[in-house]
């Protein structure tokens, strides 16, 4: 069993930057292929960005691309989304992934709300 925590989330005017960080359990945190998704009110959740589990692979929504930048420290079980040009638009619940050789783990989710 895998536990997500993800925290760094806030309210924020637009063009602010934020860091999210994802703190994961389990003792082969550096096999876990690590994402992020988030669910805007209304909306389903989607995809914003995922590393693989050196870090050296990385893959983004559109969306964020050029924004947004996922990282990981495997000495400390952490993933990160750091934000930067917030926009309205990125208004959501950030969800933290794992994917343990197919078995998928879920985070409890951390607003964040961008302000005009």
């Known amino acids: 069993q895998v536990q997500l925590v993800e925290s760094g989330g806030g309210l924020v005017q637009a063009g602010a930057s934020l860091r999210l960080s994802c703190a994961a359990s389990?003792?082969?945190?550096?096999?876990?292929?690590m994402a992020w998704f988030r669910q805007a009110p209304g909306k389903e959740r989607e995809f914003v960005a995922s590393?693989?589990?050196?870090?050296?692979?990385?893959d983004y929504a559109d969306s964020v691309k050029g924004r947004f930048t996922i990282s990981r420290d495997n000495a400390k079980n952490t993933v990160y989304l750091q934000m930067s040009n917030l926009e309205p638009e990125d208004t959501a619940v950030y969800y933290c992934?794992?994917?343990?050789?197919?078995?998928?783990?879920w985070g409890q989710g951390t607003q964040v709300t961008v302000s005009s």
């Open positions: 389990g003792r082969t945190f550096n096999t876990y292929t």
């Open positions: 992934y794992a994917d343990e050789v197919g078995t998928r783990f």
């Open positions: 590393v693989n589990w050196s870090g050296g692979r990385t």
